[in-house]
């Protein structure tokens, strides 16, 4: 499955971005999508992931601040990022997979086999 992300820019710290994804996940009949962020010298880590049913998950460190919404007729996800932090900054990516999961999809990279290119986030202070 190809994904494709957009949505990238520079914002200033407190500011907000809205991230897309979009990609044919109903090649999986259920799915999961999420979110990650790679900055450089560091682990790709989970931003916070939706099932195709709704259920979310976020890492603690965006709790309360990024939103992950699905419009599952355009088979795309969104990731509302508000009151963004330098530290937020990364490159932002998109991942897939096949639902087989009890409840939610994981929080981990290494489940999610299909990803995309990545869209570049910049916040400065």
């Known amino acids: 499955v190809q994904l494709v992300e957009s949505g990238g820019d520079s914002v200033q710290a407190g500011g907000s971005l809205k991230l897309s994804c979009e990609g044919p996940?109903?090649?999986?009949?259920?799915?999961?999508m999420g979110w990650f962020r790679q900055a450089p010298g560091k682990e790709r880590e989970a931003v916070g992931t939706?099932?195709?049913?709704?259920?979310?998950r976020y890492a603690d460190s965006v709790k309360g601040r990024f939103t992950i919404s699905l419009d599952s007729a355009k088979n795309t996800i969104s990731l509302q990022m508000n009151s963004l932090k330098s530290e937020d900054g990364a490159m932002y990516y998109c991942?897939?997979?096949?639902?087989?999961w009890g409840v939610g999809c994981p929080l981990h990279a290494v489940a999610f086999p299909d990803w995309g290119q990545g869209t570049q986030v910049n916040v400065s202070a």
């Open positions: 996940v109903y090649r999986y009949g259920r799915y999961c």
């Open positions: 939706i099932s195709d049913d709704g259920t979310t």
């Open positions: 991942a897939a997979a096949e639902w087989k």
